[in-house]
Nanobody, 119 residues
Framework: QVQLVESGGGSVQAGESLRLSCEAS????????MGWYRQSPGNERELVAE???????NTAFSVKGRFTLSRDDTWSRLYLQMNNLAPEDTAVYYC?????????????WGQGTQVTVSS
């Protein structure tokens, strides 16, 4: 199976930046998608930014222009550069991967990293 470990979260003031990292390990088949989701109390988990299987980026409108998704060539490391953070960005950020192993697709999640933005 695939294991995902996030790092880089923290507490910052509005306008500051953070860079989140995700390290993937384990059996990787065909990558369908890999990226970041976030969830704040009382809300459902939502997509932030994610690569599709062709390497194209899907980015939420609320973060477009501020957040940048990147990865290494082996899909083993994923990054989210977050600039000009705002209080509404406060959430637990989760690394996500959807992979195809043999003929079955699987969704994997990291344990999350907290991002808190103060005004």
């Amino acid at each position: 199976q695939v294991q995902l470990v996030e790092s880089g979260g923290g507490s910052v003031q509005a306008g500051e930046s953070l860079r989140l990292s995700c390290e993937a390990s384990g059996s990787i088949g065909s990558v369908y998608a890999m990226g970041w989701y976030r969830q704040s109390p009382g809300n459902e988990r939502e997509l932030v930014a994610e690569f599709d299987r062709d390497g194209r980026t899907n980015t939420a409108f609320s973060v477009k222009g501020r957040f940048t998704l990147s990865r290494d060539d082996t899909w083993s490391r994923l990054y989210l550069q977050m600039n000009n953070l705002a209080p509404e960005d406060t959430a637990v950020y989760y690394c996500h991967a959807r992979v195809l192993i043999v003929v079955t697709s699987y969704d994997y999640w990291g344990q999350g990293t907290q991002v808190t933005v103060s005004s």
